[in-house]
Structures are given as structure tokens and as C-alpha cells.
């Protein structure tokens, strides 16, 4: 939430482009390290952030480029700052207990899924609770550890077999989970929906600004669409809202006559 509107200031008053590049390698770093404190955390301002440095910025095409090429080797940095941590902790456990490495594979994406069909009410006793998943897996695979990859394509394989068995079912809840997300997009840009009918932004940013919307409305689609889950979704349409806001209002006839 920071970083937009920095960026952006930047955009404007950095006419040699070098702090804005600088900026750029710092908010990569920051979306790196967000990864792995919750994924997927600041790939919604990743999306945001390279359509705005392609097709937004009023720069040269050597220096969009450079830009961005900072802002994805700040992302890398990130990346590979956890990544030394995971080497040096598998180390440690290879030693300790070897045992421990089988069940980690990282943050669980079908175990997710799967307990997201219980987001309606059903006859197929999925409810949005980790112990469904448990023991939904526990009844096919009976030797799979928890969050393991045999646990992961367990509940991948069940989920394509529900797709397939129930599409009408399947339907009703994307369909379900879509209206309550179309709700908090509704809420959170609010009157920046109505100023972008009469006045809209630039393609090229109002584009960086649903590209990140509509990625980081995805957890709420795949899973449940709570606030704990459209926390970016809704940051990023509060955002696009104000933008929007300021756009109208900062050239509204009104606002022309009080500067006079």
C-alpha cells in the first residue's frame, strides 16, 4: 500500500529515472521477502508495478527496461535471501531429523482447494475445515503425511474427480465465491468506479491496477473469499479508487474555478 503512491510520486518528479530505478530494486526486494511470509503476498504489486513501468511510464524504452529489469533482481534477492535459510535449515534436519524433510513441500495449494468447496452448504461433507482434507486423504492413502507431496496430488486428484463428478455444484460455488468478491471490489473502489465511467485514468495504469485486482482476488475464487484472503484484492481497489477519485476531481470544473 506504501510502495504505490511512491512510486508514482517518483514517477513524476525523478526526471532522470535513477532514484525511481533505485526505488523500483527496493520495492523488488520487499515483494521477495513478503513471498515467504505469506505467498503470494506482493505478487499482485509485481503485476502492478510492471505494467506500470511498461506501459505507463513516460520514460524511454532503455530506461523502462532497465527499471525493470532492477525491480525483478530485487524480487530475486528476496527470493534468494529465504532460499539460503531453507538450504542451511534442510542441513540442520538432514542431521536432527531426517524424517522431518518428506513432509515439507512448501505452502499447501490442493489441501486449500479442496476444503474451499465447503464455502456452500453440500451433500459431499467438505466444510471449510483442515481436518476434511486430513481425513478425506487419511481414507485414500492412508500412509501420505500431512502437506506432503503425496498428500498434495492425493487431494489434487480428488478435486479434478468433485470437478468432474458435480460440474453443477462445482459452478455454484465459483459462482457463489465470485458475487461475495465482486461485492468487496464494489466496496472497496466505491466512488472511484463512478469518477472512471465519467473521467477514467490512463489505460495503461487503470490496466496495472486490475491486473493486480483481479490476481490477488484468486485465493478468495480458489479457496473462500474472506477478508483474510482479499486483503490485497481490497488494498489494490482502495488504491485504484482514490487514484480514480483524484483524477476526476482534479479536473473537474470546480476545482479549475478555485485555482483561478
Known amino acids: 500500500m506504501a510502495i504505490v503512491p511512491l512510486f508514482s510520486w517518483l514517477a513524476k518528479v525523478d526526471k532522470g529515472g535513477s532514484v525511481l530505478t533505485g526505488f523500483s530494486g527496493i520495492s523488488g526486494v520487499c515483494i521477495g521477502l513478503a513471498h515467504y511470509m505469506r505467498a503470494h503476498a506482493g505478487t499482485g504489486l509485481l503485476l502492478y508495478l ?8 513516460g520514460a524511454a524504452r532503455a530506461r523502462r527496461i532497465a ?3 532492477v525491480l525483478i533482481a530485487g524480487v530475486l534477492m528476496g527470493h534468494l535471501f ?26 499447501p495449494f490442493w489441501h ?9 452448504s453440500n451433500d459431499y461433507g ?22 506432503s507431496e503425496e498428500y498434495e496430488i492425493t487431494l489434487r486428484q480428488e478435486v479434478m474427480r468433485l470437478v468432474a463428478a458435480h460440474p453443477l455444484f462445482t459452478s455454484m460455488t465459483l459462482f457463489a465465491k465470485s458475487g461475495v468478491i465482486a461485492m468487496y471490489v464494489f466496496l472497496s473502489v466505491n466512488l472511484g468506479l463512478v469518477a472512471a ?13 486490475w491486473s493486480a485486482i483481479v490476481f490477488s482476488s484468486l485465493p478468495g ?17 482502495v488504491l485504484y479508487g ?9 479536473a473537474s470544473p470546480l476545482n479549475s474555478h478555485s485555482s483561478g
Not at 486449500?112 to 456452500?120: D, K, Q, R
Not at 475464487?221 to 481497489?237: E, F, H, K, R, W
Open 242 to 250: 482514490l487514484y480514480s477519485a483524484n483524477h476526476f476531481f482534479s
Open 50 to 57: 510492471c505494467a506500470a513501468i511498461f506501459w505507463h511510464l
Open 112 to 120: 486449500s482447494i479442496y476444503i474451499g468447496f465447503g464455502f456452500l
Open 197 to 209: 465511467k465519467f473521467r477514467p485514468i490512463p489505460r495503461p495504469l487503470a490496466g496495472a491496477f
Open 67 to 69: 527499471t525493470l529489469g
Open 221 to 237: 475464487l480458489l479457496v473462500i473469499p474472506s477478508v483474510a484472503y482479499l486483503l490485497g484484492m481490497i488494498t489494490c481497489g
Open 82 to 107: 529465504f532460499q539460503a535459510l531453507i538450504v542451511e535449515r534442510d542441513r540442520y534436519l538432514l542431521v536432527h531429523a531426517p524424517g522431518a524433510l518428506s513432509a515439507i513441500t512448501g505452502h
Open 126 to 147: 467438505i466444510q471449510y475445515l483442515d481436518q476434511i482434507a486430513i481425513e478425506k486423504v487419511r481414507s485414500i492413502a492412508p500412509s501420505a503425511k500431512y502437506l
